[in-house]
């Protein structure tokens, strides 16, 4: 999905090209792609991997920093289904 405006000059509306490359028209309450209309993206790179014990280099300036946990669990204990609420 890609945010564009597109439109004659000095009249573009904000739209949106989804992945069968046709155009959407945004909702009336949103009057242009700035600011507080576009959504936050936080790219999570490979190469910035760090552990709980490693050191945190924040950028210069930098006054807050953002994280996250990714928690993935896997083969613990038996497979089962259907599963009553109580039980779980």
């Known amino acids: 999905m890609k945010m564009?405006?597109?439109?004659?000059?000095?009249?573009?509306?904000?739209?949106?090209?989804?992945?069968?490359?046709?155009m959407r028209d945004l909702p009336a309450g949103i009057?242009?792609?700035?600011?507080?209309?576009?959504?936050?993206?936080f790219p999570k790179w490979t190469s910035h991997i760090a552990?709980?014990?490693?050191?945190?280099?924040l950028p210069k300036k930098s006054t807050v920093a953002d994280w996250?946990?990714?928690?993935?669990?896997?083969?613990?204990g038996p497979q089962i289904q259907h599963?009553?609420?109580a039980t779980a």
């Open 4 to 22: 564009l405006r597109h439109g004659p000059k000095g009249q573009e509306r904000p739209e949106l090209l989804d992945r069968d490359e046709q």
């Open 31 to 41: 009057p242009d792609l700035a600011g507080e209309a576009l959504p936050l993206a």
């Open 51 to 57: 552990s709980h014990d490693d050191d945190l280099n």
């Open 68 to 76: 996250k946990v990714d928690l993935g669990i896997d083969g613990l």
């Open 83 to 85: 599963v009553r609420g």
